[in-house]
Each structure stands twice: as structure tokens, then as C-alpha cells.
């Protein structure tokens, strides 16, 4: 199971942090110091050159990273994570379920990148875990079933990439 660690950028409303209602439950740890990130983890990245796969599930034995800002700031503070600490990767064409962003392609919160993330790389009862702590949580899991289905049988970063343009509009 890996371990599931927040660069905590404190930008958002705490009543709606996801993130912060992850650490609540013990399912993550939220950093406020890019230093004590792990290095060799998996840092879900949307700007990132490769999408995550099932291949990528050897790095998430040094745990999963996100990133937790606004979107408005994603592409400043990314760069200050440091990303050749980690391995960047993409999360896929998925719907946000949650009430700020529902419908919405690639918005993820950080409680989502982490179930998509834990999904798609075989550990799919830690996702079912995280998820059910939110009420927007198995949603997202029945919003992106067949998607999530398919990245989770894909062999790589180019068949990911191949799969997701069946289920972008």
C-alpha cells in the first residue's frame, strides 16, 4: 500500500480541503516543505510528459505525491516542487466529482488525483478507502468506472494516452 504525501501550498479554504481531511482520517501526510517530500515518488503532475499507468506501480512503492493549491496557481508552484526529485506523471482524461469542479475534465481535488492514481496502479481497495471518506467520493469512482477500468488493464504511458481519447468528448 503506498503512502500518500500533500505538498500543502495553503491556498484553499480549509473547510473544502480535501487534502486536509485526508491527513484527518490518517490516509495522507501533508507537507508544507518540498525537502521532506520523498524522493523516487510518483508526483502527479498535469503538466507532466508521461501519463500515469500500471508500469509507473514500482515508484509508488516511495509513495504518491499531489500537489495541493488552486488551479490558478498550478503552473507557478509546480516548478518549485522540484520534479527530478520525483517522477512526474499525468493523470489521465477523468470528471471531477466534487461539488467545486463536477463534470469537469482533469479538475481534480487531491482526495480524486489520489483515488485515480491508487486505481489505476492495481490498488484498488485503498482507492475504495480514500473515496468513501468524501460524499462525492464513490461519484467519482461510478462517474469514472469505465475509464478507470480501462487505464487500470493498460500496458503503458503511450496506451494510456491511446485509451483516453475514446472517453474525451
Known amino acids: 500500500m503506498p503512502l500518500l ?12 480541503c480535501s487534502a486536509r481531511r ?3 482520517f490518517g490516509l495522507a501526510i501533508l507537507y508544507e516543505a518540498v525537502e521532506k517530500l520523498p524522493y523516487g515518488a510518483i508526483l502527479l ?8 499507468s500500471p508500469s509507473d506501480a ?15 496557481e498550478v503552473e507557478r508552484v509546480f516548478p518549485l516542487l522540484r520534479p527530478k526529485r520525483m517522477k ?23 482526495a480524486e488525483a489520489f483515488v485515480a492514481a491508487l486505481y489505476i496502479l492495481g490498488y484498488k481497495e485503498q482507492a475504495l478507502e480514500v473515496a468513501r471518506r ?36
Open 134 to 169: 468524501f460524499k462525492w467520493g464513490e461519484t467519482f469512482l461510478t462517474l469514472n468506472k469505465e475509464p478507470l477500468e480501462a487505464y487500470a488493464s493498460a500496458k503503458g504511458s503511450e496506451e494510456i494516452v491511446a485509451i483516453q481519447k475514446e472517453f474525451m468528448p
Open 88 to 110: 512526474e506523471r499525468a493523470l489521465p482524461y477523468l470528471l471531477a466529482s466534487n461539488p467545486v469542479n463536477y463534470g469537469k475534465p482533469f479538475m481534480l481535488n487531491s
Open 58 to 72: 514500482m515508484y509508488a512503492k516511495k509513495g504518491i505525491v499531489v500537489l495541493d493549491c488552486t488551479w490558478d
Open 5 to 16: 504525501y500533500v505538498y500543502h501550498a495553503r491556498q484553499d479554504d480549509p473547510k473544502k
Open 45 to 52: 503532475n498535469p503538466m507532466a510528459k508521461k501519463a500515469l
Open 22 to 24: 485526508m491527513q484527518k
